[in-house]
């Protein structure tokens, strides 16, 4: 008999948005079947923002995290990891990214949240309200969409090549100002091509890209990326894994198993996980992942 379980790497508390705090995330887990989860609190920016992390509150989002890591171990594994922002160039140099956080983590999540610079000269906020996202849009780039689905697949092209990251977070998560193709058509070549030379950098770095299921039950969408880009990504034999981005306990499973089940029909067999301190390919089906 199969043992299927579930996993989650990509889990928020209220280190940082999230709510609750990391007890209750585990406990939340070992009730939903779930037997590694990976905590990745947004971690600290140089700017202030509604969502990351405060730089004060790192050093005891590290302790508590490792030591219910200790407490738990006989019963849930867990692992220590941020999602660490990929700034826009200058300030990537300057302020660091994933690698600048590695060494106190067991993985990280790179992310980009933030392209360019607003129409005030603060790092442009292209994960949050589409009001923001549309002044951005229209002040500084004259409306030209096209050149900022580039800038933002090109600054995690960059990531990828100069500061990888273990697992690369919610692709094309842009589309969420998307909505009903209001912005650009999915298929069109020059947006396929930036997909292709993305996917390309990922294949050629090693890193595992995430499926990631919060569009789905937050905002009616699909998985960050759509399928489309993760058939492509299949034919690269990109390493896959599945998180939730929950940011509350009830959240932790939402969607993994309907969302195996769509990967399972793209003809993916397993996942790369980080369990038992390594880095392996575990198999599954639409019920969870089975050693
Ligand atoms: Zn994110
Ligand atoms: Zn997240």
Redesign the pocket.
Known sequence: MKQHFLTNYHSHSHYCDGVEPPRAQVEAALAQGVRVLGFSS?GPVYFDNAWSMKVEKLEAYLSETRALQAEYADRLELYVGL?VDYLPSEDASKYGGPSTYAPKLDYTVG?V?YLDRNEIGAPWEI?GSSEKFMRGLVEVHGGDIQKVIRLYYGCIRQMIERDPPHIV??LD?IKIHNIGNSLYDEEVPWYQAEIDQTLDAIAASGCVLEVNTRGVYKKNLTTYPSLSILQKARQRHIPIMVNS?SHAPSEITAELLPTYRQLSDLGFRTFRILTQGQWQDVAFDEQGLYL
Do not use: A, R, V, Y
Request: glycine share 12%.
């Open positions: 947004h999602e992310s949240h994960d977070g919610h998560k981005d």
